[in-house]
């Protein structure tokens, strides 16, 4: 019970992680759009 809940934990933080990369992805595109854009 309390292993399934470490791992249900580590999943949560797993999911989180990939939103947080997926964000700062998302950002670093829109910046380079618009340096692209400007040039």
Do not use: D
Not at 12 to 30: E, G, I, R, S
Request: hydrophobic letters at 65%.
């Amino acid at each position: 019970n309390k292993l399934v809940n470490y791992s249900q934990i580590l999943f949560l933080m797993h999911n989180n992680n990939l939103k947080v990369y997926l964000l700062l992805f998302v950002f670093w595109v829109l910046i380079l759009f618009n340096f692209l854009l400007f040039l």
